[in-house]
């Protein structure tokens, strides 16, 4: 465990940061979501999706660190609703973290909670969205949290800011499309775009007009935000003619390092600096695939935005002239995708927890169920797809919270055996891995850990099925990422390549296809977190598992009671 001096070194910090944040005037946001049925018009149809407050993207939460965010969520909509504040530490307030039945209970039509949480030791993009069935397709914004006042950025202020949310959107009621899919087990239908801030771009039916445009001025250095909130879907993301020098990955800032393409995995959020340093005229951004899996159907266009320059002269360019369009990557171009990885570090030399109480090993990937006698099922070889963790499926309980049964001790809705390591080990990344390995165990287990352990991780992608790279997210922890590798993690040589000096530092991982990732935290938050696969679809199939936290000692090491109006089920 990290030792007593650490712990309580921890403690004078949370509660200087209390002092500082009354010594600096922190704020008290509030806000008010009502989750509502909204017509949206893309691809030349109009479909009435999910929205809040009629936006789509939803509202961007603009806060600095340190401040407190109140957010009332009224749901208006047919469905059952959590909404998920990504990235956000959420130190003792695990009931504001948002995942269905894992932190709360739904938001039922016509109810209503308010979250309430206070933002610490962290700055940069995170966002929030939907933590309900696929309502995140469409529920979606950015939370964009500011330096305290007198505080500046560790780089040149930027000229402006500019947040820029990668989205998907189907041609049809995303909800009904994963019904289909649990109700034939097999994979659900691809989206029919990507989109910018809401919108597809000019390259799809009916999209020219409304294709996001962003006007700059020559010279000027933006601060440009990506946010990849598909549901499904990695992306390449290139701006025409321009080099983006990238500061800060998922509210963490990073040594500054330049590059010409971003890979971003759902759930992860990157920071980059642009100097507008070309020819005024218009340039494109833009975004498609990084398609990992082997054989498998995926959305295979581009989205695109528009950069204009306003040199304020007499020239006018105009929308008749078409914008230089970006040289993106091949959708199966791993290689770019792990030189981008390796390029993030921390910004300083980082004091690497230790020594590792709890060496956990997780296996991550697909895997297939039976069909039932008589059934005809949409999968492989007449079988439901399905997911897992160390061949554990993961299933969300439905008449309890995971976070309200541990609180209150209800017996018999979880068990804490989830296993350290895979029950049977293999060579995971062998072509043809023994058929009867493809089915999981369908279970709802957590891992204890007690407060202050430190946490180390080997995540190894499986070729169950098809390997994939995985983006894996943890509920309420940043991490470091100590290595990342391919093929099966081999503990005395890989060993060797972990950086000890400044790994990064994020709230998700892209897990390399038929390859491994290390990381590592203190368990210093106490409650019930969930880890899972950002993918929606995985978590859909089961690949996800929870951590049961403990508490430590005295108010500042326990989880808060939870509040009143705490959604029932």
């Not at 996001?212 to 990695?234: D, H, M, S, Y």
């Not at 977190?529 to 936290?549: E, N, Q």
């Amino acid at each position: 465990m990290a030792s007593a001096s650490a712990l309580s070194s921890r403690l004078l910090l949370l509660l200087a940061c209390s002092v500082l944040a009354l010594l600096a005037g922190a704020e008290v946001h509030h806000h008010e979501f009502i989750v509502q049925e909204t017509p949206v018009k893309r691809l030349c149809n109009t479909h009435n999706v999910i929205t809040v407050n009629g936006q789509l993207p939803g509202p961007t939460l603009e806060v600095r660190e340190g401040d407190t965010v109140v957010i009332n969520v009224l749901n208006h909509a047919q469905y059952n609703v959590t909404i998920h504040w990504h990235g956000i530490r959420q130190f003792r307030t695990g009931w504001a973290d948002g995942p269905e039945f894992v932190t709360q209970c739904p938001i039922k039509p016509g109810g209503s909670y308010k979250y309430r949480f206070t933002i610490e030791g962290q700055e940069g993009t995170l966002w929030w969205h939907a933590h309900s069935s696929w309502l995140r397709a469409t529920v979606y914004g950015a939370l964009i949290i500011r330096p305290r006042e007198n505080k500046t950025y560790p780089f040149e202020k930027p000229t402006r800011e500019v947040p820029f949310l990668l989205g998907e959107w189907w041609d049809a009621d995303p909800i009904q499309v994963i019904r289909e899919a649990q109700r034939t087990g097999g994979a659900p239908n691809i989206s029919d775009a990507y989109t910018i801030n809401g919108q597809p771009g000019d390259l799809y039916n009916c999209s020219k007009q409304e294709t996001t445009a962003i006007p700059v001025k020559p010279g000027e250095t933006a601060l440009l935000r990506f946010i990849n909130a598909a549901l499904n879907q990695e992306l390449f993301v290139s701006i025409a003619q321009h080099k983006m020098t990238v500061v800060g990955v998922d509210a963490s800032y990073t040594k500054p390092f330049t590059t010409s393409v971003l890979m971003i995995a759902p759930g992860q959020t990157t920071d980059v600096l642009v100097t507008m340093d070309q020819a005024p005229t218009r340039y494109y951004i833009a975004a498609r695939a990084y398609d990992s899996a082997q054989g498998v159907a995926f959305d295979n266009t581009t989205t695109t935005a528009v950069i204009e320059y306003d040199c304020g002269c007499a020239t006018d360019f105009g929308p008749s002239i078409p914008p230089a369009f970006p040289v993106l990557p091949a959708f199966n171009d791993t290689n770019t995708a792990t030189a981008f990885a390796a390029g993030i570090k921390s910004p300083h030399q980082v004091k690497i927890p230790g020594p590792v109480d709890e060496n956990l090993f997780f296996t991550v990937g697909l895997g297939l169920f039976n069909c039932k006698p008589g059934q005809q099922c949409g999968g492989p070889n007449n079988a439901r797809f399905t997911a897992s963790m160390n061949n554990i499926s993961f299933v969300f309980p439905q008449t309890t919270s995971l976070l309200h049964a541990h609180y209150y001790g209800i017996p018999d809705v979880f068990t804490t055996d989830f296993p350290a390591y895979p029950p049977v080990q293999f060579d995971y990344t062998a072509q043809n891995v023994p058929r009867d390995l493809w089915q999981p165990v369908p279970a709802t287990k957590l891992y204890k850990l007690k407060f202050g352990s430190v946490v180390q991780i080997v995540l190894q992608d499986t070729s169950i099925v098809s390997p994939e790279n995985h983006p894996i997210h943890i509920h309420g922890y940043d991490f470091y990422i100590l290595a990342e590798g391919f093929g099966n993690f081999d503990p005395k040589k890989d060993a060797e390549k972990f950086n000890y000096v400044d790994p990064p530092q994020r709230n998700t991982v892209a897990v390399p296809v038929n390859g491994w990732a290390v990381i590592r935290f203190v368990a210093d938050n106490p409650g019930v977190w969930l880890m899972h696969c950002h993918l929606d679809v995985h978590i859909t199939w089961g690949l996800a598992m929870a951590f049961l936290v403990e508490d430590g000692y005295g108010k500042l090491e326990t989880l808060e009671a939870p509040p009143v109006d705490l959604p029932m089920c």
